[in-house]
């Protein structure tokens, strides 16, 4: 038996539906789609390595595979998906997810800081630092 997932690959090839055998763990995924290296985020939450070998893909997951696109010394790496994709950004000293949301239209998408999703009731108190990776991701389940 097998299940459906949507495998987002940023940078990379982006997002397609992907059939793997029911029970496939993130390592095995990880091996087949030689994501070696990246973050994996599963519908919203990142996945610890350590976990890897033990947590099981389900059906109509959006997975994340990110590699970094880090390196800006006073800017962040914003990716939007679906959108535009990672651009650089220029952040203020303090700024917050609140503010970041508001100034880039992200409203109602889920926001990932390298690899950690943050919850809405956490964006106004949760700072961005220099040279982060930040997701911005709406659902592309259904493509």
Not at 6 to 34: D, F, M, S, W
Not at 47 to 52: K, L, T
């Amino acid at each position: 038996m097998s299940i459906n997932t949507t495998l987002i690959v940023i940078p990379g090839p982006g997002a397609r539906t992907l059939e793997v055998a029911k029970g496939t763990t993130v390592e095995q995924l990880i091996t087949q789609e030689n994501l070696h290296g990246r973050d994996i985020i599963i519908d919203g939450v990142g996945i610890a390595p350590a976990s890897y070998q033990t947590t099981l893909l389900t059906a109509n997951s959006e997975i994340f595979a990110t590699g970094s696109v880090k390196g800006n010394a006073d800017s962040i790496t914003l990716i939007v998906i679906p959108g535009p994709g990672a651009r650089t950004l220029e952040v203020a000293e303090g700024m917050t997810v609140e503010q970041l949301v508001t100034q880039e239209n992200l409203h109602g998408r889920d926001i990932i800081i390298n690899g950690v999703g943050v919850a809405p009731a956490n964006y106004q108190t949760t700072t961005l630092s220099a040279n982060s990776e930040v997701f911005a991701t709406g659902s592309v389940k259904g493509n």
